[in-house]
């Protein structure tokens, strides 16, 4: 299972991992950043929601978001240096591209 979500605080994390410990399945913590600012917010500005009538987020609401730095083991995954393809090889196996 893949659970792909803002976690911007510690107790949503620990839920996720409740949940694979509930499913009787092990976790992999996933960080996902982008190290360029000007890319993050072309992405941000370019986003189109799949979902009708949800809107997205502003590049401003995305920086002003409130997040809590992870802390402990995590593979940290840089979208600005790597591509999708070699981004979904690392999380399955467990290293940066």
Do not use: K, Y
């Given at each position: 299972?893949?659970?792909?979500?803002?976690n911007p605080?510690?107790?949503?994390?620990?839920?996720?991992?409740?949940?694979?410990?509930?499913?009787?399945?092990?976790?992999?913590?996933?960080?996902?950043?982008?190290?360029?600012?000007?890319?993050?917010?072309?992405?941000?500005?370019?986003?189109?929601?799949?979902?009708?009538?949800?809107?997205?987020?502003?590049?401003?609401?995305?920086r002003e978001?409130?997040?809590?730095?992870?802390?402990?083991?995590?593979?940290?995954?840089?979208?600005?240096?790597?591509?999708p393809a070699?981004?979904?090889?690392?999380?399955?196996?467990?290293?940066?591209?």
């Open positions: 299972m893949v659970a792909d979500t803002v605080l510690p107790l949503t994390r620990d839920l996720w991992r409740q949940v694979a410990r509930d499913a009787g399945t092990g976790f992999r913590d996933v960080e996902v950043v982008c190290s360029d600012p000007a890319r993050h917010e072309a992405r941000v500005r370019g986003r189109e929601s799949d979902i009708p009538g949800w809107p997205q987020p502003t590049w401003e609401q995305v978001w409130g997040f809590t730095p992870w802390t402990g083991e995590r593979l940290v995954l840089d979208t600005a240096t790597a591509d070699d981004l979904a090889r690392a999380v399955l196996a467990g290293s940066v591209p």
